[in-house]
């Protein structure tokens, strides 16, 4: 019988050479949606599957450590989507175990360059739910897009709704790698995220927030498609040329009507001509927008458009575009703080309970003051019960010790009793009460 054998060209991957969604357009997958695909193609969790196939590979001096695994739900694991060092690391390692040369597409670098990452990515992953439901129709695979990674794109391309951070059912925030569950499920609940599509008619706070996202989803285009014809774009550039442009303008109009026109402050202007601090790419498009110029244009060179409309002309736009405001859903409220009251759900502060509904703490309490008062009381009396409970424990594993050191014929010293215990536990005043009490209750103490 002949074994085949593989070519020496075609080497064989560690991991499936699984192929990134709609990349090269706006809909591109980014990085963490990949890595849970790859590992529900696996047939594994994808998290499981990053502990132990992809973090061996990683630079431990990075900070890779499996202290970090907890990590991969929140915060540094959407950094894996950025332009910074640890996005290139993921990318190599993942390149090299699927042997796919396209992964480094499912990063901002090579859309927005080598902007500082910082300020650019959410917190969490977001989510349109009329998305998922129509690939779930379409039986397509559902995944992220790289674009809804961005702070500031908050409504869906396609359908014009608010993307979604939080789940509609638990309402927690999702994990970026998933621990397990299934794809457009949440990570926490285990349900699905879909919803069908809703006709809305639109409000004029709507119509603005709809004007500027387009006009984003425009820039970014023409960003992405500078980067991938010409190479990785090059901020230092932008910086330059905007410093050329505002200090043109200096000399029709003083630096306090540049200040009132761009909305930014004349020192913080002056730190981005030298390059000191960084904006994030929000900041820098909403200067943009209002000078009525694209970030291209300026890094290109072409600022005769910014110099005249900062010279001439009043902004047509407002200078600080404000995200729009979750909208607040008081039946939801009232039903989750009375099932907090009521033993139904588990005990939360006041600052839990925002977090969970996504308002801030004045709203809650304009729209229910009595009840955010009781959930302050009930709170608070949580608390103590738990200290109280805390302290027992304590005491009884402190008693337990003493009595188990007497019986193995040990004087139960306050060194041997600490043995037995968490570090520190002997420096609270009730453990060394018990202690005391323990020793007189075995006469080793008057």
Not at 315 to 325: D, I, K, N, T
Not at 356 to 377: A, D, M, N, S, W
Request: charged residues 20%; contains cysteine.
């Amino acid at each position: 019988m002949t074994v085949f054998q593989w070519p020496a060209e075609l080497p064989r991957s560690r991991l499936y050479s699984l192929v990134p969604r709609e990349v090269g357009t706006l809909w591109t997958e980014c990085l963490t949606s990949y890595l849970n695909r790859l590992g529900w193609t696996h047939h594994v969790s994808p998290r499981a599957m990053v502990v132990q196939e992809i973090m061996p590979y990683l630079n431990k001096t990075q900070g890779f450590s499996r202290q970090w695994i907890g990590s991969l739900s929140r915060g540094y694991a959407m950094s894996m989507n950025g332009v910074g060092a640890p996005a290139l690391e993921w990318v190599e390692v993942l390149s090299h175990l699927t042997t796919r040369p396209d992964l480094h597409l499912l990063t901002l670098r090579w859309w927005i360059g080598d902007l500082s990452s910082r300020g650019h990515l959410r917190a969490w992953p977001a989510w349109c739910p009329e998305c998922y439901a129509e690939w779930q129709e379409q039986k397509t695979p559902i995944y992220q897009l790289l674009l809804w990674c961005l702070k500031v794109i908050t409504i869906c391309p396609k359908h014009s709704r608010l993307l979604e951070n939080r789940c509609p059912h638990c309402q927690k925030n999702q994990s970026t790698i998933a621990l397990g569950t299934r794809p457009g499920h949440c990570t926490q609940c285990n349900r699905w995220l879909g919803v069908p599509h809703q006709e809305e008619l639109p409000h004029k706070e709507d119509e603005k927030v709809r004007h500027w996202q387009q006009w984003l989803l425009q820039m970014l285009e023409e960003l992405r498609v500078a980067s991938t014809t010409s190479g990785t774009l090059q901020w230092e550039r932008f910086f330059t040329h905007l410093g050329a442009g505002c200090v043109s303008a200096a000399d029709l109009v003083t630096w306090d009507q540049v200040e009132r026109f761009t909305g930014v402050k004349r020192y913080i202007l002056h730190q981005w001509f030298k390059q000191r601090w960084i904006p994030s790419l929000e900041t820098i498009l909403q200067l943009c927008y209002v000078c009525e110029v694209t970030p291209l244009q300026i890094m290109q060179g072409e600022i005769a458009s910014l110099v005249e409309v900062i010279a001439h002309h009043t902004p047509s736009r407002p200078s600080v575009y404000r995200r729009a405001r979750p909208k607040v859903d008081p039946e939801r409220s009232l039903e989750l703080m009375q099932a907090v009251l009521d033993g139904r759900e588990e005990p939360l502060s006041l600052r839990q309970l925002c977090k969970r509904l996504g308002y801030g703490h004045r709203t809650l309490k304009e729209l229910f003051p009595e009840e955010c008062t009781l959930i302050v009381q009930q709170a608070r009396e949580h608390r103590k019960q738990q200290d109280r409970l805390r302290v027992a424990k304590t005491c009884e594993q402190v008693r337990q010790s003493v009595f188990s050191l007497h019986a193995q014929g040990t004087y139960p010293s306050l060194h041997k009793v600490q043995t037995f215990l968490p570090t520190g536990v002997m420096l609270q005043p009730e453990a060394r009460e018990t202690w005391h009490a323990a020793l007189r209750e075995l006469g080793l103490e008057s």
